[in-house]
């Protein structure tokens, strides 16, 4: 029903940015969250940032003042541009639409995720 395509991960070194892109397709209500989540090497998945439809931001303390997260709400495309990047960054990136239906009914959908390496 709702497809995520990621795109922009990649192997940089640390110091270094990446820009992240997720494209939404499908019936998507237009009040929804978009938002980047991250599993590291033996590490439970955390949510990096969000960003609903009216702009409300979220970022997990670690990254704040490093990464920020935009969308373009027309595309249904979410944007996570990454500086300063860190070895403790270096995780597979997943972009997430949370959204209400038609119906009121509440839909999680995630993407493929895509590695991000950073190198000391």
């Known amino acids: 029903q709702v497809q995520l395509d990621e795109s922009g991960g990649g192997l940089v070194q640390a110091g270094g940015s990446l820009r992240l892109s997720c494209a939404a397709s499908?019936?998507?209500?237009?009040?929804?969250?978009m938002g980047w989540y991250r599993q590291g090497p033996g590490k439970q998945r955390e949510l990096v940032a969000s960003i609903t439809s009216g702009g409300s931001l979220t970022y997990v303390d670690s990254v704040k003042g490093r990464f920020t997260i935009s969308r373009d709400n027309a595309k249904n495309t979410v944007f996570l541009q990454m500086n300063s990047l860190k070895p403790a960054d270096t995780a597979v990136y997943y972009c997430k639409l949370d959204h209400l239906t038609a119906l009121g009914r509440r839909e999680w959908y995630w993407g493929p995720g895509t590695q991000v390496t950073v190198s000391s």
């Open positions: 499908g019936s998507i209500s237009s009040a929804n969250a």
